[in-house]
């Protein structure tokens, strides 16, 4: 069982960068996936989360407008498309999957992790 995220890197405020996690090992058919992330200094917190019963959750209204999370359960991949980038954006983005019955996808506990992967926002 495995996520393998990938899509991060160094980019200039207002870029867009699209973050990808491709699950082998289970299908997602079941599951929430999403992105977490945490900045140096700060703790973990949830960025978004797409289920195939609830659909999307924005988890910050900061991400709201700018980002936009997407699943294609044929390839059994995530898509976080991040617009607009901004320097409060620089996180290490960790990619997460599991299935959830009860409670907020943004606190929640994943039991799939993918690597983290480096996005950095910067003039």
């Known amino acids: 069982v495995q996520l393998q995220a990938s899509g991060g890197g160094l980019v200039r405020p207002g870029g867009s960068l699209r973050l990808s996690c491709a699950a082998s090992?289970?299908?997602?058919?079941?599951?929430?996936i999403g992105w977490f992330r945490q900045a140096p200094g700060k703790e973990r917190e949830g960025v978004s989360f797409v289920s195939s019963h609830d659909g999307s959750t924005y988890c910050e209204d900061i991400v709201k407008g700018r980002f936009t999370i997407s699943r294609d359960n044929a390839k059994n991949t995530a898509y976080l498309q991040m617009n607009s980038l901004k320097p409060e954006d620089t996180a290490v983005y960790y990619c997460?999957?599991?299935?959830?019955?009860?409670?907020?996808?943004?606190?929640?506990?994943?039991?799939?992790w993918g690597q983290g992967t480096q996005v950095t926002v910067s003039s």
């Open positions: 997460v999957a599991g299935e959830i019955y009860s409670g907020s996808y943004c606190v929640n506990e994943y039991e799939y």
């Open positions: 090992g289970f299908t997602l058919d079941s599951s929430v």
